[in-house]
């Protein structure tokens, strides 16, 4: 069994993330919701609701991230500004959102003016809407309470009823209130200050919050912001839940994985169910191979590897062009950002491992730290093979979509250059359907890069002549040979080579 809200504070990250948020500004906003909520006397049972839905206020951050990109260049800055500005006020159209959008896209003040003309209408039509119902429908999917569930429906509502949807006044949740008190303190908190903090909440008062809970944080905001930006907000989080807390099982935490997986893929139509379909592709590879909990690992790492991409602008994903270098550099970081959310949670710490390895490559030219086959778990090279297997069956934006035999074709020839594990990769095959491919002459799960490379250990090659033959880096050729030898049992030149001759391998050049 799993403490839930240990799992939801630590995936709270990709919340974060996906916001432009500071670090664990999530997490800070909840202890101090969660403090607010005690002292205006709420009862264990509200101060619960407060707790989730301020943890998830931003749940539904991805939901319109898309046009947000297209419309108007950086949904992730888009979002930041937009939490930052009191729309009530319209000196902040001109002193907060004209210059951080131009300073976020490059653009003008006057053409960030007229983007912003062109756009404004449908994104206040449509973006708050499509925000709350979908951080609606996945608390629900996260076996989250029905009150927690209508806080974050109403989490863009405004107590003079101008929000979305058009609740005013205590029409709005309590919970919901407290969480936007607390949701504008810790913003203007962590960037600026507490005297910031405490003027906003003043200055937002009556129009976007609940003025008698403003008033009632501003009256005890010394003890409520106290050691807030220094406190470990994980473990603060964790001791604010009322008992009983709340735990799940394996299968549960499976339907988290998969919500989580399900919103980073809204970031662009074109990744929409990618995380589940290489899921499920990727633990039925790994039990075809035998490799028992690992199966299970494998499916909820499939859901999870890629919720690093909420950290990267959707225009990226969605880009059509070449990327440039500082793009490319962007888009690589996103299993960093994935195996870094996922490290901080107990519970997913083997799966952390997987999705931060699901861009390596067997020969060293995969990303982000670049490991050799010998360092990258088996279950990693399955994530990867089913990841790249899906990739090429999806219509991404530039290339188009593969058929699943020429996605099998590449699959098979990434494999025999020494990118992907040929193992891995046929079990995938496998798995999606492709009859296996049988390699004659090819005992103990060798591939075809390494018969070449045993052929040549056995001709008294060195290591440095290896990688010259292969033209490739030595440090790679070295791994080869290593893996060639753990594989058949040999640890010399001559062993190998008598290995070779049994097998018949010296004569099929």
Known sequence: MFRL???LGGLAAVTDLGTGSATDESLRRCVVATRLARTIGCDDDTVREVLYASLLQHLGCTAYAHE???GLGDDIAVTRLAL???????RDFFRVWVPGLAAATGRSRLSAMAATARHLRSVDAEAPVATCEVAREASRRLGLAAPVQECLATTTSMWNGSGHPPLSGPEIPLPTRVMHVASVAVLF?????PGLALAEVRRRAGTHLDPDIAGSFLTHADDLLDGIADVDPFEAVLDGEPDPVRRVDHSELEAVARTFGDLVDLKAPCLQSHSTTVAGLGAAAAAR????AAVRTVRIAGHLHDIGRVAVPSRLWSKAESLSTTERDQTRLHPYHSERILARIPELADVALLAGQHHECCDGSGYHRGLTGDRIALPSRVLAAADAYCTLLEDRPGRGRSTSQE????LRDSARAGRLDGEAVEAVLDAAGHRAHVRPGHPDGLTDRQVEVLRLVAGGFSNQQIAD??????RTAEHHVQDVYLKIGASTRAAAALYAMEHGLLTRR
């Open 289 to 292: 191979l035998g490799l028992g």
């Open 5 to 7: 809200l240990s799992l």
């Open 469 to 474: 033959t292969l033209v490739i880096a030595r």
């Open 189 to 193: 908190l962590l960037s600026a200050g």
């Open 84 to 90: 930052r500005m009191d729309e009530s006020d319209p």
């Open 407 to 410: 996605a099998a074709n590449h």
């Open 68 to 70: 947000l990109s297209q």
